[in-house]
């Protein structure tokens, strides 16, 4: 055996970091906290080196934990509320898991709309400013998976093989003990995006490149639902309409959507069409 399989086998401690009385922190909710700290941190930054007022991004950040938590946690309740309807002291349970980030990701679109029409600001210019934050936030919030003994994969003897405890497992792998660890493939793919976004970004501030509005948003829905669609494949806790896997779905139609966007940007050379009009705009970068 490998140490790398036994760092899988025997690092997870369980879902609780320690107790204090009957106060319990989580694995889980530490990351998700780090994430938005770092995230928020990150994209004030940004914001700075495009001539932008940092503080409109922390403004921003608060509506998006507001609404992109609860509703990441509603829409996994939803497709999974045969199980929930049983249980309902549980719908509001988010420390035991159970949150989808596409959830989240149409819950902080929908306040980061309302929030750019009331600051009357391009939300494509938000959004280029927020997915570098984002898909590092969802790299560092997928480990929260591996400490829940979640999110894993289909039975493997791989040398990244991730032990299961029995109670944790599905029911027709039970006589198995190690899973692909999806948590940690969606987790490197998604720190791969973020290098991506990361040196497009800094190329076009050093005038290396010119991206438009909204290229990096764009390039964010491609990439992160790129690596989503094949290792969704991978995992046995899929949430699912019939035969198949939202996720994937959701994924491809993500995927269409940002390739039209840049054909829309950059063949057919057309501004994104926005929800403030430019006469609107109280600040702009790149806007051709």
Same mark, same amino acid.
């Given at each position: 055996?490998?140490?790398?399989?036994?760092?899988?086998?025997?690092? #997870?401690? +369980?879902?609780?970091?320690?107790?204090?009385?009957?106060?319990?922190?989580?694995?889980? +909710?530490?990351?998700?906290?780090?994430?938005?700290?770092?995230?928020?941190?990150?994209?004030?930054?940004?914001?700075?080196?495009?001539?932008?007022?940092?503080?409109?991004?922390?403004?921003?950040?608060?509506?998006?934990?507001? #609404?992109?938590?609860?509703?990441?946690?509603?829409?996994?309740?939803?497709?999974?509320? %045969?199980?929930?309807?049983?249980?309902?002291?549980?719908?509001?349970?988010?420390?035991?898991?159970?949150?989808?980030?596409?959830?989240?990701?149409?819950?902080?679109?929908?306040?980061?709309?309302?929030?750019?029409?009331?600051?009357?600001?391009?939300?494509?210019?938000?959004?280029?400013?927020?997915?570098?934050?984002?898909?590092?936030?969802?790299?560092?919030?997928?480990?929260?998976?591996? =400490?829940?003994?979640?999110? =894993?994969?289909?039975?493997?003897?791989?040398?990244?093989?991730?032990?299961?405890?029995?109670?944790?497992?599905?029911?027709?792998?039970?006589? =198995?003990?190690?899973?692909?660890?999806?948590?940690?493939?969606? #987790?490197?793919?998604?720190?791969?995006?973020?290098?991506?976004?990361?040196?497009?970004?800094?190329?076009?501030?050093?005038?290396?490149?010119?991206?438009?509005? +909204?290229?990096?948003?764009?390039?964010?829905?491609?990439?992160? #639902?790129?690596?989503?669609?094949?290792?969704?494949? =991978?995992?046995?806790?899929?949430?699912?309409?019939?035969?198949?896997?939202?996720?994937?779905?959701?994924?491809?139609?993500?995927?269409?959507? +940002?390739?039209?966007?840049?054909?829309?940007?950059?063949?057919?050379?057309?501004?994104?069409?926005?929800?403030?009009?430019?006469? %609107?705009?109280?600040?702009?970068?790149?806007?051709?």
């Amino acid at each position: 055996m490998s140490s790398l399989t036994l760092a899988f086998q025997f690092a #997870s401690p +369980g879902p609780i970091l320690f107790e204090l009385g009957p106060f319990a922190i989580r694995w889980y +909710g530490l990351l998700i906290a780090s994430a938005v700290l770092i995230g928020v941190s990150l994209s004030q930054d940004l914001a700075k080196r495009r001539n932008v007022n940092p503080d409109l991004l922390g403004d921003l950040a608060i509506w998006l934990v507001l #609404s992109a938590i609860p509703a990441a946690r509603l829409y996994y309740v939803l497709f999974e509320w %045969e199980q929930y309807s049983k249980r309902p002291d549980q719908i509001i349970a988010i420390w035991n898991g159970g949150i989808a980030i596409h959830g989240a990701i149409i819950g902080g679109t929908l306040a980061a709309l309302i929030f750019a029409r009331l600051k009357k600001v391009s939300i494509w210019q938000l959004a280029d400013l927020v997915v570098p934050s984002l898909i590092l936030g969802q790299a560092i919030g997928r480990w929260g998976n591996f =400490f829940n003994s979640e999110a =894993f994969g289909r039975p493997t003897n791989m040398p990244w093989k991730l032990y299961i405890p029995p109670q944790q497992r599905p029911l027709e792998f039970i006589n =198995f003990e190690y899973f692909h660890p999806t948590f940690l493939y969606e #987790s490197l793919w998604n720190l791969m995006v973020f290098g991506i976004l990361m040196t497009l970004f800094f190329r076009d501030l050093k005038k290396r490149s010119h991206l438009k509005v +909204g290229t990096l948003a764009l390039i964010y829905m491609v990439a992160y #639902s790129a690596g989503r669609v094949w290792i969704e494949g =991978f995992r046995t806790d899929s949430l699912m309409i019939g035969p198949l896997r939202i996720a994937q779905i959701v994924s491809l139609s993500a995927i269409a959507l +940002g390739l039209l966007g840049l054909a829309w940007l950059y063949l057919l050379r057309r501004p994104l069409p926005d929800v403030v009009p430019p006469e %609107e705009q109280r600040w702009d970068y790149r806007s051709d």
